[in-house]
């Protein structure tokens, strides 16, 4: 097997969907680089701050996480302590990728927006996408082209996740619509945890506001490589500083596996995922570099559901096996 000395490290963050209730919730007050970071986010809020790190927390909470006001702040706050978390622990990625708003996330750890600049914008966005119509996204077992004869009526392809795992967006009606058509047809479909039409025309109308909101906070290169999985390959100091490319992320669709498939094609990996659950490393492990043993990943959190006490025990496994001690390399501690 290769060993972990030999592959270069990619931060990887997911996107909306990726939310379950209590989401590294152990790590709150346990481990203080993710507390004080997740306290930033969310402290940055305002008024909402504390209902949101209530419902974070909670066994009941008030408002679901699927909720807008509650999924887009409480993940971004978690995607991005975890990798300030990861950093701290003297990690120094190779390569940065989030899916969706993992990509907002890790362009804000590279430095492109000031953490400040970014929860302003993620808020905006949030109030502004409650002027759409309410829509979802669909995730189904079949190529891009298979569902050629599925699209129309707004519904379009908002991410390709794999080689058939295919993400639909769209409204409520014309997705549903869709839904079952697809179950007559015999396609395995499931829908995800977003109330939203993202990555679909439907925010179209959001557009020209959220690109002049972000004109004046004023974007940067990225200090750290970063990948974007829209373009499937390295952001450019243009683009990063563009905010024409960063308002149309919400419309385009996320090339998720393409850009994976780029850069495992570059040399040996270990793909990190930093964030809740394991939904990029689920995707991974299916590429045939994670497969034959070239590359490996590491998801730093557990899956939904399995309590604050795994939280802990994940985090403690992953940061032995990313941290050398003192005679041993971390190579020793291989990964799959």
């Given at each position: 097997?290769?060993?972990?000395?030999?592959?270069?490290?990619?931060?990887?963050?997911?996107?909306t969907?990726?939310?379950?209730?209590?989401m590294?919730?152990?790590?709150?007050?346990?481990?203080?680089?993710?507390?004080?970071?997740?306290?930033?986010?969310?402290?940055l809020?305002?008024?909402?701050?504390?209902?949101?790190?209530?419902?974070?927390?909670?066994?009941?909470?008030?408002e679901?996480?699927?909720?807008?006001?509650?999924?887009?702040?409480?993940?971004?706050?978690?995607?991005?302590?975890?990798?300030?978390?990861?950093?701290?622990?003297?990690l120094?990625?190779d390569v940065?990728?989030?899916?969706?708003?993992?990509?907002?996330?890790?362009?804000?750890?590279?430095?492109?927006?000031?953490?400040?600049?970014?929860?302003?914008?993620?808020?905006?966005?949030?109030?502004?996408?409650?002027?759409?119509?309410?829509?979802?996204?669909?995730?189904?077992?079949?190529?891009?082209?298979?569902?050629?004869?599925?699209?129309?009526?707004?519904?379009?392809?908002?991410?390709?996740?794999?080689?058939?795992h295919?993400?639909?967006s769209?409204?409520?009606?014309?997705?549903?619509?869709?839904?079952?058509?697809?179950?007559?047809?015999?396609?395995t479909?499931?829908?995800?945890?977003?109330?939203?039409?993202?990555?679909?025309?439907?925010?179209?109308?959001l557009?020209?506001?959220?690109?002049?909101l972000?004109?004046?906070?004023?974007?940067?290169?990225?200090?750290?490589?970063?990948?974007?999985?829209?373009?499937?390959?390295?952001?450019?100091?243009?683009?990063?500083?563009?905010?024409?490319?960063?308002?149309?992320?919400?419309?385009?669709?996320?090339?998720?596996?393409?850009?994976?498939?780029?850069?495992?094609?570059?040399?040996?990996?270990?793909?990190?995922?930093?964030?809740?659950?394991?939904?990029?490393?689920?995707?991974?492990?299916?590429?045939?570099?994670?497969?034959?043993?070239?590359?490996?990943?590491?998801?730093?959190?557990?899956?939904?559901?399995?309590?604050?006490?795994?939280?802990?025990?994940?985090?403690r496994a992953?940061?032995?096996?990313?941290?050398?001690?003192?005679?041993?390399?971390?190579?020793?501690?291989?990964?799959?």
């Amino acid at each position: 097997m290769t060993l972990l000395h030999r592959r270069s490290v990619v931060l990887m963050f997911p996107g909306t969907g990726a939310q379950h209730p209590g989401m590294a919730a152990g790590l709150y007050g346990h481990e203080p680089v993710f507390t004080d970071a997740v306290d930033s986010v969310l402290g940055l809020l305002g008024p909402e701050c504390e209902a949101a790190r209530s419902d974070w927390l909670a066994g009941d909470p008030a408002e679901a996480l699927d909720a807008d006001s509650r999924s887009a702040p409480l993940l971004f706050a978690v995607a991005y302590a975890m990798g300030r978390l990861a950093e701290s622990w003297g990690l120094r990625p190779d390569v940065y990728l989030g899916h969706s708003m993992g990509e907002f996330v890790a362009a804000t750890l590279t430095g492109v927006f000031r953490l400040e600049d970014a929860v302003r914008l993620l808020w905006e966005r949030v109030r502004m996408q409650r002027t759409v119509p309410a829509g979802g996204m669909l995730a189904v077992v079949a190529t891009p082209d298979e569902l050629a004869p599925y699209l129309g009526d707004g519904v379009v392809v908002g991410a390709v996740n794999g080689p058939r795992h295919t993400v639909l967006s769209g409204c409520d009606e014309p997705l549903r619509a869709v839904a079952r058509r697809l179950a007559a047809d015999g396609l395995t479909s499931r829908p995800l945890a977003t109330r939203t039409p993202f990555h679909s025309p439907a925010l179209a109308p959001l557009r020209e506001r959220t690109e002049s909101l972000i004109r004046e906070l004023g974007p940067t290169a990225p200090r750290k490589p970063l990948y974007s999985s829209y373009t499937t390959r390295p952001l450019s100091p243009g683009e990063a500083a563009d905010p024409a490319f960063w308002a149309g992320h919400p419309t385009a669709p996320v090339l998720f596996w393409p850009t994976l498939e780029r850069i495992l094609a570059d040399g040996e990996r270990l793909l990190v995922e930093a964030g809740p659950g394991q939904s990029l490393s689920v995707i991974a492990r299916g590429h045939e570099a994670v497969r034959s043993g070239r590359s490996a990943v590491l998801p730093l959190l557990p899956g939904p559901g399995a309590g604050p006490g795994e939280d802990r025990r994940s985090i403690r496994a992953a940061r032995a096996r990313l941290t050398p001690r003192p005679g041993r390399l971390p190579a020793d501690l291989p990964v799959s």
